[in-house]
């Protein structure tokens, strides 16, 4: 089974920091994707990648940032963390459309 | 521009008693519909995906779903659920063509069965 593995469960920042937050497949996908998931919100977009060093902007990327330097691993940056910003985010890779997702189990990121 | 909606946010049922997710969507395209499930603390599951064919889906867990072009509908079924079926669960589009098949996802229904 494909593994998307996300570097912490939890994490408390303070207001203003940097946050990174890691994302790691094993399966050789093409696309990743990062996503915010909020109470009666559902999941929404961030950003996401077709391939190594491209991005493209989802839904919500304001305050955000991604980088892509290698196939497997997708990273979510947040520049200067604000409360707002305090949820739980999902990364998921694919092949194609048609297979769906795999996500990983979610950090739930806390700013203080 | 696709969209998804969830009709119940919550749905309580009692364990064994049938139970369905409502789901529509809009596209202007032809699409692919999948449901996920969400147990707590955890990532996302795939339940089930329709691409095309059959309009009934079956997937994981005794759960299946039907296809419903002329209202838009992808309405989640089980016949008879389990405690172990308490979770949140996503409806999500995804248009043919698209490159990389990005999702859009609904609110989320959260199941709850009770004893």
């Known amino acids: 089974d494909v593994k998307v593995t996300q570097s912490s469960r939890y994490l408390v920042k303070r207001t203003g920091e940097k946050v990174f937050l890691e994302c790691v497949q094993d399966m050789d996908h093409e696309n990743m994707f990062w996503y915010r998931q909020d109470p009666g919100l559902g999941l929404r977009l961030i950003y996401f990648s077709y391939d190594v060093k491209m991005k493209e902007k989802g839904d919500i990327p304001e305050g955000y940032s991604v980088s892509r330097e290698k196939k497997e691993r997708f990273s979510l940056i947040l520049e200067s963390a604000s409360t707002n910003q305090t949820s739980m985010y999902l990364c998921?890779?694919?092949?194609?459309?048609?297979?769906?997702?795999?996500f990983g189990s979610g950090t739930r990121l806390t700013v203080v | 521009a696709q969209s998804v909606t969830q009709l119940d946010s919550q749905v309580p049922v009692f364990e064994e008693a049938p139970v369905e997710l409502r789901c529509n969507y809009s596209?202007?395209?032809?699409?692919?519909l999948f449901w996920y499930v969400q147990y707590p603390n955890q990532g996302l599951q795939l339940l089930l995906k329709y691409l095309s064919g059959s309009t009934l889906v079956k997937g994981i867990n005794g759960f299946e779903a039907e296809f419903n072009k002329s209202q838009t509908s992808f309405h989640l079924r089980k016949p008879s659920v389990h405690i172990s079926d308490t979770a949140e669960y996503f409806c999500a589009v995804s248009t043919w063509g698209n490159q990389g098949g990005k999702l859009i996802f609904g609110q989320g229904t959260e199941l709850s069965v009770k004893p």
């Open positions: 596209s202007s395209v032809s699409v692919y």
């Open positions: 998921a890779s694919s092949w194609t459309g048609k297979k769906g997702y795999t």
